[in-house]
C-alpha cells in the first residue's frame, strides 16, 4: 500500500493530517497482514490504528470490544464521516430480527467496512456461521487485557477468541490492542490469542506533564482536598472515591464550601449522570466527585487534576484515572490519598472470592502499597511497572513527583528492623501484623495470652516506640519482601528468605519517616 493512500484516507475519513506516535507503523503492520500487537496508554489513539486499515481493506474487520456504549460511539463517529450508514455496524443480541438482517446484508455486500461485536455476540453459532462465509479483513481485539487474570479486568468470556477467529477463518490477521500491560498481561495476551510472532508496537506510558503526589489520609480528608481544590480555583477536576456514599457526602463538602462539585456514581438516575457529566464538560462544574463509573469515554481535554479520595485497588486502575488530567498536554495534578486502613477494607472485600481471584487481588494491591510507600520517584515506579526504565536525570518529566522534589527523610532502621523480624521468627510466623505490633509494644489481649506469647522475654520489647513505628516499619519490610503476607491463611505474616538472612546478618535498613501515624477513621467504603 503506497504511502501516499494511507495519508489520504487519514484526510478523508478523519480529517487528520499527520500520524499520532506509533500510528503509521501499526497501520502498515496490518495493512501488511500481520498479527499486530499494540500497547497504548489510553488516548494515544488505538481506534484509528484499526479503523484506517479496516476501511481500506476489502472486506469486513471485526472489532471485538467489551463496552456497548463505546462501541456505539466508535459506529456513530464513523458514520458521521461517511456517506453510507452500513459503514460500520454493531452486532449485539439487543438487535431486532429486522436490524440484523440489514447488518448482514450490508456485510454480505460488502459496504460494511467495521463489525462492533461483544465476544459473547461472537461465539454465538449463528454468527461464527454467518461470518465464516463472509469476507473478513482481519479481527482486531480492544481492551486485549480483558483476556490476562493479571489485568485488572479480566473477562473470562476473552478466553475463547482464539477457537472462534480460528473457526470464522483460517489465517486471519488479529490484531491486539491494550492501554495496560504489564510485561505479565502482555505475554498472557498473545499466548491467548496464539500470535506470538505478533509485530509488537509499544507507546511510552511516561506522562510527562502530569505530576504526581501521595499524601497521607488523616481525618482533616476533607479539609486537605477542599484546601487542594481552592487552590486550583476554576479549573476542571475530577476526584475519585470507592463509595458512592463518599461521593456525596464530599460534593456535599464542596458546595458547602463555595466550589462548583457535582456528584458522580452508577447509584444516580441515567438522567442525573448525563445532566452532571455534560456539565463538567460544559464548564457549569467545576469538579465531579465520582466512583471510577465516571470517566470511560469521558474526553475532556483541560482537566487539571486528579484526586484520588481513596487509593484504587491496582496500578493499572491509578494510571488510568490519574491518566485523565492534563491530555492537552498542559499542567495536571494527581493527587492520592493513602491510608494502610483503606488496603485493609479493599482486602476485606477480596475474602469471598475464588483464591485464584484473591491471590492476583492482594498481590496487584501489594504494588499499590508498595508504590504509595515508595521513596523512589513515583514516575519511574509507574514506568518500572509498565515494563518501561525511567532515567530521572534525563527522562521528560524526571522532577514531576513529590519524591523528586521533596525528598522523605529516611533514617537507619537496622536495629529496629532486626529486633521486629527476630520477634516474627521468635513467635513462630503465626501472627497477623496487628497482634505482632502488640508483641512489640506489650499490649496484651486474648489471642496473646492464648498463645502465652505476653510471658516471653520479648514481650514489649518495642515499647520505646509507639505501635504505629512498628507498623511502618512492617509495611516497610513487606515492600522489601523481607516479609510477606500469607494468603491462605488471611495476611498471617510469614518470613521470606531474605528476612531470616537478616536476623542473623543484619545490614542497613533505611526507614522512611513517610508516614503520618494519626490515619482517618473513615469506614464507609463499599465497592
Ligand atoms: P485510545 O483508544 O488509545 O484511548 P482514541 O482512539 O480514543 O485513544 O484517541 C484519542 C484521541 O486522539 C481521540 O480524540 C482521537 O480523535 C484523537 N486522534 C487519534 N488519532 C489522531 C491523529 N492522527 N491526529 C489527531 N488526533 C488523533
Known amino acids: 500500500m503506497a504511502e501516499i493512500d494511507i495519508y489520504a484516507a487519514l484526510k478523508k475519513f478523519f480529517g487528520f493530517t499527520k500520524f499520532k506516535g506509533l500510528q503509521e507503523d501499526v497501520i502498515k503492520s496490518i495493512l501488511a497482514n500481520h498479527n499486530t500487537f499494540v500497547i497504548m496508554p489510553t488516548g494515544g489513539g488505538k481506534s484509528l490504528c484499526y479503523q484506517l486499515p479496516a476501511l481500506i481493506k476489502d472486506g469486513t474487520a471485526i472489532v471485538v470490544s467489551p463496552l456497548i456504549a463505546l462501541m456505539k460511539n466508535q459506529v456513530d463517529a464513523l458514520r458521521a464521516h461517511s456517506d453510507e450508514e452500513g459503514i460500520a455496524h454493531v452486532l449485539n443480541s439487543s438487535l431486532t430480527k429486522t436490524e440484523i438482517k440489514k447488518v448482514k446484508s450490508d456485510i454480505s455486500a460488502g459496504i460494511t467496512k467495521?463489525?462492533?461485536?461483544?465476544?459473547?455476540?461472537?461465539?454465538?453459532?449463528?454468527?461464527v456461521e454467518f461470518l465464516n462465509a463472509e469476507k473478513v479483513s482481519f479481527v482486531a481485539i480492544d481492551e486485549a487485557h480483558c483476556i490476562s487474570e493479571w489485568g485488572h479486568d479480566f473477562r473470562p468470556e476473552y478466553r475463547n477468541l482464539r477457537t472462534i477467529i480460528k473457526r470464522i477463518g483460517n489465517n486471519i490477521p488479529i490484531i491486539g490492542l491494550t492501554a495496560t500491560a504489564t510485561p505479565k498481561v502482555q505475554e498472557d495476551i498473545l499466548k491467548n490469542l496464539g500470535i506470538q510472532d505478533a509485530?509488537?508496537?509499544?507507546?511510552?506510558?511516561?506522562?510527562?506533564?502530569?505530576?504526581?503526589?501521595?499524601?497521607?489520609?488523616?481525618?482533616?480528608?476533607?479539609?486537605?482536598?477542599?484546601?487542594?481544590?481552592?487552590?486550583?480555583?476554576?479549573k476542571s477536576g475530577i476526584i475519585y472515591c470507592l463509595s458512592r456514599k463518599r461521593v456525596e457526602e464530599l460534593a456535599q463538602t464542596l458546595q458547602v464550601n463555595g466550589i462548583k462539585a457535582v456528584p458522580y456514581h452508577a447509584g444516580l438516575d441515567a438522567?442525573?449522570?448525563?445532566?452532571?457529566?455534560?456539565?463538567?464538560?460544559?464548564?457549569?462544574?467545576?469538579?465531579?466527585?465520582?466512583?471510577?463509573?465516571?470517566?470511560?469515554?469521558?474526553?475532556?481535554?483541560d482537566v487539571r487534576f486528579v484526586v484520588h479520595n481513596d487509593i484504587p485497588k491496582s496500578i493499572e486502575s491509578y494510571y488510568q484515572e490519574t491518566g485523565r488530567a492534563g491530555r492537552d498536554g498542559g499542567e495536571g495534578h494527581c493527587l492520592a490519598f493513602y491510608s494502610y486502613k483503606d488496603i485493609e477494607k479493599l482486602e476485606k472485600f477480596m475474602s469471598g472470592k475464588p483464591v485464584a481471584e484473591q491471590e492476583i487481588g492482594h498481590a496487584l494491591l501489594q504494588e499499590v502499597v508498595a508504590f504509595a510507600e515508595t521513596s523512589i520517584s513515583r514516575r519511574k515506579f509507574i514506568l518500572h511497572y509498565f515494563g518501561e526504565e525511567f532515567d530521572n536525570e534525563t527522562g521528560e518529566g524526571g522532577d514531576m513527583d513529590d519524591n523528586m522534589r521533596h525528598p522523605k527523610k529516611k533514617h537507619e532502621a537496622k536495629e529496629e528492623a532486626r529486633k521486629l523480624l527476630d520477634v516474627i521468627n521468635k513467635t513462630n510466623e503465626k501472627y497477623k501484623a496487628k497482634e505482632i505490633v502488640n508483641v512489640m509494644i506489650g499490649h496484651v489481649n486474648a489471642m496473646i495470652k492464648s498463645h502465652r506469647t505476653n510471658?516471653?522475654?520479648?514481650?514489649?520489647?518495642?515499647?520505646?516506640?509507639?505501635?504505629?513505628?512498628?507498623?511502618?516499619?512492617?509495611?516497610?519490610?513487606?515492600?522489601?519482601?523481607?516479609?510477606?503476607?500469607?494468603?491462605?491463611?488471611?495476611?498471617?505474616?510469614?518470613?521470606?528468605?531474605?528476612?531470616?538472612?537478616?536476623?542473623?546478618?543484619?545490614?542497613?535498613?533505611?526507614?522512611?519517616?513517610d508516614h503520618s501515624f494519626k490515619e482517618a477513621n473513615d469506614d464507609n467504603i463499599e465497592v
Open 114 to 127: 467495521l463489525l462492533y461485536v461483544a465476544p459473547e455476540s461472537l461465539t454465538k453459532e449463528e454468527n
Open 199 to 234: 509485530n509488537t508496537f509499544k507507546a511510552s506510558f511516561n506522562r510527562p506533564n502530569l505530576y504526581y503526589e501521595v499524601r497521607p489520609k488523616t481525618k482533616n480528608v476533607d479539609a486537605d482536598i477542599t484546601r487542594f481544590v481552592k487552590q486550583h480555583e476554576g
Open 271 to 301: 438522567k442525573t449522570r448525563v445532566k452532571h457529566q455534560d456539565m463538567f464538560l460544559m464548564e457549569d462544574a467545576d469538579v465531579v466527585v465520582a466512583t471510577i463509573a465516571f470517566g470511560m469515554g469521558i474526553d475532556k481535554p
Open 455 to 513: 510471658e516471653q522475654d520479648f514481650f514489649g520489647i518495642g515499647k520505646d516506640k509507639p505501635g504505629e513505628y512498628w507498623m511502618a516499619l512492617l509495611r516497610q519490610l513487606l515492600v522489601a519482601r523481607f516479609l510477606r503476607k500469607d494468603i491462605e491463611t488471611y495476611g498471617v505474616i510469614k518470613l521470606n528468605d531474605s528476612g531470616r538472612d537478616f536476623i542473623v546478618n543484619p545490614t542497613s535498613f533505611m526507614m522512611t519517616e
